[in-house]
């Protein structure tokens, strides 16, 4: 089966623009979480939708949001960019009934972000 | 909170030997989920093992095998006889509630 898709692969912005990245679980799967990875940082949870709710959130800003649709597909928003959005953003899909009883938990290839 | 902890920033090894990867974690949770990923340089996260904490075996997928010591809060990914494409970054992670906790990964160089 297809895995996990993520659009655009690589983009660059400008600060104070803003940006969609899309992401498109695997069929079945109902949970997509965004991860934001940095030389910096590391890998760091963003959110998590099940079923068009976001279920958790992590630590970032307000100007970063998302949202998922019927479909599964999510959506992630980052506004009025800031040169330390530049990052790896990637998207995993689940069946959202708890990883740890399944391990079902994959990641798509990432969207690279560039904000000069 | 939970925390995932690799402290091996970077290792070299020969082609065809084994190796073997730390991780060690700490939860109060009973309930969590160990993950193994490896990045190539392309980015892309790729599954390789898991590992529920109440499996009473250790995870074996091929040539990947995950020495799960829950008493020791360990979580070791063993390669066997590895190849020049493991070359990548492997990271560590535990899953409690449908969000993965990192570790800062290894960089796993294979020598030919």
């Known amino acids: ?116 | 909170a939970q925390k995932i902890t690799q402290t091996q920033p970077g290792m070299f090894v020969q082609e065809k030997e084994a190796v073997t990867l730390d991780c060690t974690y700490d939860t109060s949770d009973p309930s969590y989920g160990l993950f193994w990923y490896k990045q190539p340089s392309s980015g892309e996260m790729i599954f390789l093992i898991y590992q529920g904490s109440y499996d009473q075996q250790n995870a074996t997928e091929g040539r990947y095998s995950l020495n799960f010591q829950k008493a020791r809060k360990s979580a070791n990914l063993v390669i066997s006889a590895s190849q020049l494409g493991d070359s990548a970054m492997y990271f560590c992670a535990i899953d409690i509630g449908e969000k993965l906790t990192f570790g800062t990964g290894t960089r796993l160089t294979i020598i030919p």
């Open chain 1, 1 to 116: 089966k297809a895995g996990v898709t993520q659009t655009p692969r690589y983009l660059i912005k400008t600060r104070g623009q803003q940006v969609t990245l899309s992401c498109s679980p695997i069929s079945g799967h109902r949970s997509v979480s965004w991860y934001q990875q940095t030389p910096g940082q590391g890998l760091q949870f963003l959110f998590e939708y099940f079923s068009e709710t976001q279920r958790n959130k992590g630590n970032f800003p307000g100007r970063f949001s998302g949202r998922q649709f019927s479909n599964s597909r999510s959506e992630m928003n980052v506004s009025t960019l800031e040169l330390g959005d530049s990052a790896l953003y990637l998207c995993a899909s689940s069946l959202g009934v708890g990883t740890f009883n399944t391990g079902e938990l994959f990641f798509g290839e990432g969207s690279r972000l560039t904000v000069l």
